[in-house]
């Protein structure tokens, strides 16, 4: 009898452990089917940025990763294991990433064809393509991964002769981090002087323009003209001068130059020059769509198209809601004050796009009021060269490769001033362990008491 009062209870606790398993059995199936992660460290430094991600879906098959690497690091330490771990970051977005570590002590042979000089390199291969790393972060392989994704062997030819920023140039007023960042994406770059040349190659897939500092001859505008008429593509960056000679470029495009510099009190705000323009206004376009970066454009130039302009037109950049063109020299430090009867009040066009069909072909011009916001001394602002990189991809016709490129590595590190170290300080040293006296002096006498 006592077996059977025993036994329905022992039954439940068998039905219940059962269940239980089938339950720990089915959510294991679950999870390894529909994994489920979440970054919480504070720089997410488990996960990629959306520019990263994005290039991954471009990549339609395996990528192949090679690494020269020894098991041990003097420095690193186990080298393998913290390449691992950050592939491994890829590989949950991309599946296919395969990995491969191969020994350059046990086989130099491998080293040398590979023209491998230091520990630690690495070569990505993707649809017969390759691009060899010397260092790991996340900017580094996501644009080298972007740049494999660009299939098309494209040419970019920049005016040059005249004085003008140049996209291989290291000065600060050159356009060479920007230059090579196109590099790194897979275009080519070449210069190209029209008093040589007899016209703008035929495969050249863009040509930039670039404000020259002398006056180019009548034969050069023509030339120009004629790659304008022949459906070809044009990226051209103004500056706040005179045209030197291209006005009649400015004429066949249509476009108005607003005399003056933009004068934007936001920027004053966030402590840059007044002459500087910021924007986070980008009116829907194949270039700005999902592009949320601010763009900081300095000694900008407003710029507008005719009315009756046979192409068709957008705005890509729009800046100084509070500011205006300014006709007056702006001098640091002097007191922002709009001239109602001369100035022109905001907000402005900085970035113009302009499209047309011609020989049944899309042909595609941008023009940007100011080089300045390319130039090697402030295309690191904000997202100037991400903007810049998404309209030579627009004006190639790779539009599937505009995407916010990937961001340099978060940086993690707190930095106090010296005010606060000492507040700090005298907190944890003097104040903490004062109150700590008090308290235990307060139960003391209570208790005494």
Do not use: C
């Amino acid at each position: 009898m006592k077996f059977l009062r025993l036994a329905p209870f022992h039954l439940k606790n068998i039905i219940f452990t059962v269940l239980l398993l089938l339950a720990a059995v089915a959510l294991y199936q679950f999870s390894s089917r529909h994994p489920l992660q979440w970054d919480l460290t504070q720089t997410k430094l488990n996960s990629l940025e959306p520019g990263s991600v994005n290039a991954l879906k471009l990549l339609h098959g395996e990528v192949k990763i090679t690494v020269y690497a020894t098991e041990q690091n003097a420095q690193q330490g186990d080298l393998r294991r913290l390449i691992r771990e950050f592939i491994a970051i890829y590989q949950r977005y991309k599946t296919d990433i395969t990995l491969t570590f191969v020994d350059p002590v046990k086989e130099p042979e491998a080293m040398r064809k590979a023209s491998i000089q230091t520990n630690g390199e690495m070569i990505v291969e993707y649809g017969g393509r390759t691009a060899h790393l010397v260092s790991l972060n996340e900017q580094t392989l996501s644009s080298a991964l972007l740049g494999l994704a660009h299939s098309k062997d494209e040419l970019l030819m920049y005016l040059d002769g005249h004085g003008e920023r140049k996209l291989d140039g290291v000065a600060n007023h050159d356009l060479g981090d920007f230059g090579k960042r196109l590099q790194k994406n897979g275009y080519r770059i070449g210069s190209l002087n029209l008093t040589v040349s007899p016209e703008v190659p035929g495969n050249a897939s863009l040509l930039v323009l670039t404000h020259p500092q002398l006056p180019l001859l009548k034969g050069e505008v023509d030339k120009i003209l004629h790659h304008i008429d022949s459906g070809g593509n044009l990226l051209w960056l103004l500056d706040a001068e005179p045209l030197q000679g291209l006005e009649p470029i400015a004429e066949k495009l249509g476009l108005l130059l607003i005399p003056g510099m933009v004068i934007d009190p936001a920027a004053q705000d966030m402590n840059a020059p007044a002459n500087w323009a910021l924007s986070t206004d980008y009116p829907s376009h194949p270039v700005t769509n999902n592009f949320n970066l601010i763009t900081v454009f300095p000694y900008a130039r407003a710029l507008n198209l005719e009315e009756n302009s046979p192409w068709q037109h957008q705005a890509l950049v729009v800046a100084a809601p509070r500011g205006w063109v300014s006709h007056s020299i702006f001098k640091p430090g002097s007191k922002l004050r709009i001239d109602k009867n001369h100035d022109i009040p905001g907000p402005v066009n900085l970035v113009l796009a302009l499209q047309r069909s011609v020989n049944d072909k899309d042909q595609r011009i941008i023009i940007a009021g100011g080089a300045s916001f390319l130039a090697n001394a402030y295309s690191g602002n904000g997202g100037n060269i991400d903007l810049g990189i998404n309209m030579v991809n627009w004006l190639s016709n790779e539009d599937a490769l505009i995407t916010v490129q990937p961001r340099a590595n978060r940086d993690g590190t707190v930095t106090f001033s010296t005010r606060a170290l000492t507040i700090i300080s005298i907190s944890l040293v003097i104040i903490l362990p004062l109150l700590l006296l008090l308290v235990g002096g307060v139960q003391w006498w209570r208790r005494r008491s």
